[in-house]
């Protein structure tokens, strides 16, 4: 069936350094790949997405780069900043469903100062 | 916009008790989704439903049943709870763009515990 797996389950990188997440997907025939964050008690939410065509997308400190040969994707964020500690997740849409996302496990990002 | 919004916030029941959680979204979106969130193991899909009167499982739907009566309403119920559904309840929503993203809208989240 459709699977997403993500890694690693928990991060922790000083202030100001990179961090990088990383995902694989099942389902070669996926064409969207979101990834959302959620801090501590509050509900996920959209930080960055990409569509199957194309390879690579950035939007400030974060982007996310995906090898659809590979089926592997992955998110970026660079000069890490406290408020980015949280539990990040990716997701992948698989083309038979519209609408439907599987999740992977989450990553939990701890910034440090 | 209110978004998407739960009810309740919390819940503890005892186990064989029933509960129906509710989920409101006034974005006029067709799809709508029912997740539950455990520790170390993501958002996993319970049901789900791409229309008014319309439903279908996901991957966890043992022991949940699920109405999408109006297209702003879809109601989670528990017909006999157990502690093996202790559990964060999410919902979602999104909209059937053609060629769109179908980003999913969250709700806040109902933090329910079975005894």
């Known amino acids: 069936g459709e699977n997403v797996e993500q890694h690693p389950s928990t991060l922790s990188v000083q202030e100001g350094d990179s961090a990088v997440i990383k995902c694989t997907y099942s389902?070669?025939?996926?064409?969207?790949f979101p990834w959302y964050k959620q801090e501590l008690g509050k509900r996920p939410q959209l930080i960055i997405d990409?569509?199957?065509?194309?390879g690579e997308k950035k939007d400030q400190r974060i982007a996310v780069t995906l090898n659809k040969t590979a089926k592997h994707f992955s998110l970026h964020i660079t000069e890490t900043q406290p408020e980015d500690s949280a539990v990040y997740f990716c997701?992948?849409?698989?083309?038979?469903?519209?609408?439907?996302?599987?999740f992977g496990q989450g990553t939990e990002l701890s910034v440090k100062p | 916009n209110a978004g998407v919004t739960q009810t309740p916030k919390f819940r503890v029941l005892k186990t064989g008790q029933s509960m129906t959680l509710l989920c409101a979204q006034d974005?006029?979106?067709?799809?709508m989704y029912w997740y539950r969130q455990d520790p170390g193991m993501g958002l996993r899909l319970i049901h789900y439903?791409?229309?008014?009167?319309?439903?279908a499982k996901g991957e966890v739907p043992d022991g949940y049943n699920v109405s999408r009566l109006k297209k702003q309403n879809f109601l989670l119920g528990l017909e006999s709870a157990a502690p093996s559904q202790t559990s964060v309840y999410f919902c979602?929503?999104?909209?059937?763009?053609?060629?769109?993203?179908?980003?999913?809208?969250f709700g806040p989240g109902t933090r329910l515990t079975v005894l």
């Open positions: 997701a992948a849409r698989p083309a038979q469903v519209p609408g439907k996302l599987i």
């Open positions: 389902d070669s025939a996926s064409n969207y």
């Open positions: 974005m006029n979106h067709e799809y």
């Open positions: 990409i569509r199957s065509n194309v």
């Open positions: 439903s791409v229309g008014e009167g319309t439903t």
């Open positions: 979602a929503s999104s909209s059937r763009l053609a060629g769109g993203n179908n980003e999913q809208f």
